[in-house]
């Protein structure tokens, strides 16, 4: 199994910046694509920004040039960079890798369990 732990969710107020990071660790042998999707509240699911594993991003339009994505590959992190953020910036933002998986022996795309991100004054 492969677990993906999210942090640096919180509190700000409109214009700050936040970085979230998210590790994995597990049966990883390899990390492929990783990403930040994000759910409002009475909203669907959305994807934020992806990476490939050589570092080829990309971005939601509401979020490009606000948001940067950035990942380790040794480190198998991905961390993403929130600047100016906006109320409606509000909601839970997930991480998500495509792994394959050491133990089971093919790919599987997994998810973290979210971190709240609030933007309000």
């Known amino acids: 199994q492969v677990q993906l732990v999210e942090s640096g969710g919180g509190l700000v107020q409109p214009g700050e910046s936040l970085r979230l990071s998210c590790s994995a660790s597990?049966?990883?042998?390899?990390?492929?694509?990783m990403g930040w999707y994000r759910q409002a509240p009475g909203k669907q699911r959305e994807m934020v920004a992806s990476?490939?594993?050589?570092?080829?991003?990309n971005y939601a339009g509401s979020v490009e040039g606000q948001f940067t994505i950035s990942r380790d590959n040794t480190k198998n992190t991905v961390d993403l960079q929130m600047n100016s953020l906006k109320p409606e910036d509000t909601a839970v933002y997930y991480c998500?890798?495509?792994?394959?998986?050491?133990?089971?022996?093919?790919?599987?795309?997994?998810w973290g369990q979210g971190t709240q991100v609030t933007v309000s004054s």
């Open positions: 990476i490939t594993r050589g570092g080829r991003t």
């Open positions: 597990g049966s990883i042998f390899r990390i492929y694509n």
């Open positions: 998500t890798a495509t792994v394959a998986d050491a133990l089971i022996g093919r790919s599987v795309d997994y």
